[in-house]
């Protein structure tokens, strides 16, 4: 199977694409390779995906539309998987423009691709942070996602109807994924799991957001860690725990890995990544 995939140089894309890569299809990866995090990690991730067998990269921004579609026209694939956005709750608040750019203009151009060049299936990342500011937790796919808290939240929910519209009016399979925090060996380190192993590994402290008042779908402590409760900041939720009950029930398949196992290989990843360079 031929599957375009965008972001194949950041942390989830480049998952994605190994996983499709060792099954033995062909993936064509696009990346924009913007400087939000350094680009060491991010060369790293595609040196490993360009020495397999049946990648393909295109460099070039989303909002490039010119690009984009030849990109795709080339690729000629059964499916799209949109990774690539402007990613970071926090960094909305700094660059606001680059989340109008890469998740609303690209996120456009994307299914513009989808619509006149038609896939079998295209695949688009969300997030759960376009839950903001509902209170009833677990949250759940049938549940509302009208009251944003952040520009970045904003733009994913756009992407959502944006993509419910092409759905429904050019008849593409379409499936948005809510991510909630994704962590793990080859994580972005800006994340507070890797921000967690890199302070610790070089005895920083660590600072923990509300003074220890949130929720999420994992939680990590080891007394490894010198911590300091600080002030949440803007635009985080207090609480993001998933209900994986549909999930089961459309695939037969509900996420297990225990925090202990998932971060126990992030941290193995991250000591032997940095005794590599």
């Not at 456009?108 to 060049?117: D, G, S, T």
Request: glycine letters at 8%; one cysteine or more; hydrophobic letters at 40%.
């Amino acid at each position: 199977m031929r599957i375009f995939v965008t972001g194949t140089a950041g942390f989830i894309g480049f998952h994605l694409a190994r996983r499709l890569l060792e099954a033995g299809h062909q993936v064509d990866g696009y990346d924009g390779m913007t400087t939000y995090y350094g680009l060491e990690l991010k060369h790293a991730r595609l040196a490993i995906l360009k020495g397999m067998s049946g990648f393909r990269q295109h460099i070039a921004m989303l909002e490039d539309m010119e690009a984009l579609e030849g990109a795709v026209e080339a690729a000629a694939p059964d499916v799209i998987v949109h990774l690539a956005a402007q990613a970071g709750v926090r960094y909305s608040l700094e660059n606001p423009r680059a989340y109008v750019d890469s998740n609303l203009v690209g996120g456009f151009n994307v299914l513009e691709c989808a619509r006149k060049h038609p896939v079998r299936h295209l695949l688009m990342a969300s997030t759960s942070s376009v839950y903001g500011a509902n209170e009833r937790t677990p949250f759940r796919e049938e549940d509302k996602a009208d009251r944003p808290l952040t520009l970045y939240a904003a733009t994913k929910k756009a992407n959502e109807a944006m993509a419910h519209s092409y759905a429904h009016l050019w008849a593409i399979p379409t499936t948005m994924f809510r991510f909630f925090t994704v962590y793990g060996p080859w994580g972005r380190p800006d994340m507070a799991p890797l921000k967690f192993v890199e302070a610790i590994e070089s005895g920083r402290t660590i600072d923990i957001y509300n003074h220890g008042k949130m929720e999420r779908d994992f939680t990590y402590i080891d007394e490894k860690a010198v911590r300091n409760y600080v002030d949440m900041q803007k635009g985080d939720a207090p609480r993001t725990l998933a209900d994986s009950d549909l999930l089961m029930r459309l695939t037969g398949y509900r996420p297990s890995t225990s925090v202990a196992d998932g971060v126990s290989a992030l941290v193995d990843w991250y000591r032997d990544y940095h005794a590599k360079r």
